[in-house]
């Protein structure tokens, strides 16, 4: 299973991409009876190396109805203080870009709760990113700069992590000290006094999982 191909690095999508052509031709190595379930936006290169192998494409028309039913509620749930002509604007501009993705609805819709105003919500859809790369971008260069070391070291964790790691445990990742000549160096007056500021921090780039990350 390949997921989110077109999230990939270009470099990334690349060598991907060639290693599926690897697999597949005939070669001493191929590999007998290989089923292969890819998701991806269509982008030319990834569809063009698809398109010349046994494959079969599945509409996102289903998910794409799905993701008004999303935004139905969740405009209903998070913008129901605004007037109607605010939440048809919203719900037209996101289902309008949206192209199948979940994550990029729900990340706008996070980005636009964070309105103070209509003029806010208005100028925000005027400037909708193009695609989830262009999303995170903004979202990593929008936090504070004094923030930014402890975001890192969240992100790193969380990436790396063997298993979903709990909120508390996350936090405390910052108290440790890596960069001592020696050995590793507890410093306790770094600990958030409540753990759940790390969450703050990553605003949109952590979600919540039955108390885990």
Known sequence: VIDA???????????????????????????????MLVTSQPKPDIKRV?????????DVGEANEDIVKY????????????????????????????DGSFRWV???????????????ITQQMKDLPEDLDDIYERMLKAIHGKH???????????????????????????????????????KKSKRYRDPWDMLKRCSGLVTESKGKY
């Open 106 to 120: 729900a990340l706008q819709l996070a980005e636009l709760e964070n309105c103070s105003s209509e003029d806010e």
């Open 5 to 35: 191909l077109d999230e990939c690095a270009s470099t990334d999508i690349e060598k991907t991409l060639d290693w599926v052509n690897e697999l597949v031709s005939d070669t001493p190595r191929k590999v007998q009876n290989l089923h």
């Open 148 to 186: 930014r070391a402890d975001v890192m070291t969240f992100l790193e964790w969380l990436s790396l992590s063997s298993r979903p790691m709990k909120v508390a445990e996350i936090a405390d990742a910052i108290t440790v000290d890596l960069s001592s000549q020696d050995e590793p160096v507890f």
């Open 50 to 58: 698809f398109e010349a192998l046994d494959s079969h494409s599945i």
């Open 71 to 98: 935004l139905k509620r969740r405009i209903e749930l998070k913008f129901e203080e605004y007037d109607e002509n605010i939440r048809t604007e919203i719900e037209s501009g996101l289902r309008k870009h949206a």
